[in-house]
């Protein structure tokens, strides 16, 4: 018996150890561009050849790279990002969850069709789809315009899987009861289906805000004047003109990862549900 206990606690302390292992090669990159962006240009790369412990310790300790960026506009870029990523977001909660609630309440001819090319639209890389975007938004006169960030990015095939996914596992039995009390499609949907699709909702937010987040290809074309600079965009932009202060392009990098980061750790439990498909089974 104790034998076995033995072996138990070994094998979980082995199970641990190799957790450890594993999440410090995969944080190790993330931990030295902070210590990086936290040092001095001139010692970034100071303990790197041969490479030393000190290499993962930011010594000296100086925030001049942060606020070099921020003189430079990164914050007004970031700002940008913000207001594109939000907007988009909150549009997309509309117009996806939307379309997830027709497809799962209402029958109507072609519905398996346009279900499934809406299901392919979210596989096919952007680069597909990229030339005849450019050419609709040039012919609508949105270049250099706000809107050519947003509109197209509104409307996911991901985010209407997910709540079609969703709202189809809701019972039947809802809607029919509160039809039968009169209540419009529109009330059913606000007052009964979008409280029970909260996990969806942050997951089909979340894949629209990291999605446009993450946008580099689509804001370098829809604003060749490139007088309103998204986050990727502009990293590229001060890489290439201030491509030897590694520290700033360190400070950067840092802002650029931890703004999403730092929304997907709290709600990551929500997030998986809702990917996961998870809800209420009839």
């Known amino acids: 018996m104790a ?3 033995v072996r138990r606690g070994v094998g979980l302390g082995l199970r641990h150890l190799a957790y450890a292992v594993i999440a410090f090669i995969f944080v190790l990159p993330l931990w030295w561009a902070i ?3 936290l040092r001095p240009n001139g010692e970034v790369f100071a303990d790197i050849f041969p490479f030393t412990a000190k290499a993962l310790l930011p010594s000296p300790l100086t925030l001049e790279a942060y606020s070099g960026i921020f003189e430079r506009g990164f914050g007004m870029i970031i700002g940008n990002t913000m207001l ?3 907007i988009t977001m909150v549009a997309g909660l509309i117009v996806n969850g939307a379309a997830g609630f027709a497809f799962a309440m209402f029958q109507f001819r072609g519905k398996t069709i346009i279900l499934t ?3 392919i ?3 096919l890389p952007f680069e597909a789809i990229a030339l005849p975007l450019y050419t609709v938004t040039q012919q609508l006169g949105w270049l250099d315009n706000i809107a050519a960030l947003i509109v197209p990015s509104v409307a996911n095939g991901l985010a209407v899987f997910l709540f079609y996914q969703f709202f189809s596992q809701v019972p039947k039995d ?3 009861a509160a039809r039968l009390d009169g209540v419009s499609w529109l009330n059913i ?3 009964i289906y979008v409280p029970l699709s909260v996990p969806t909702c942050i997951s089909a937010a979340l894949l629209l805000f990291i999605f446009q987040w ?3 290809l689509w804001p370098l074309l829809a604003m060749p004047s490139q007088q309103f600079k998204v986050i990727q965009v502009g990293m590229a932009a001060f890489q290439q003109q201030y491509q030897t202060i590694w520290n700033q392009l360190f400070a950067v990098s840092v802002i650029t990862a931890l703004i999403p980061i730092a929304l997907l750790l709290p709600l990551q439990r929500y997030y998986v549900q809702g990917l996961a498909g998870a809800g209420i089974k009839g």
Do not use: G, K
């Open 121 to 123: 639209s979210f596989m």
């Open 3 to 5: 034998a076995t206990t």
């Open 84 to 86: 594109v990523a939000l």
């Open 174 to 176: 809802y809607a029919e």
């Open 189 to 191: 949907l606000l007052r």
């Open 117 to 119: 090319l809406i299901i």
């Open 214 to 216: 993450e946008a580099f």
């Open 35 to 37: 210590v990086s962006s």
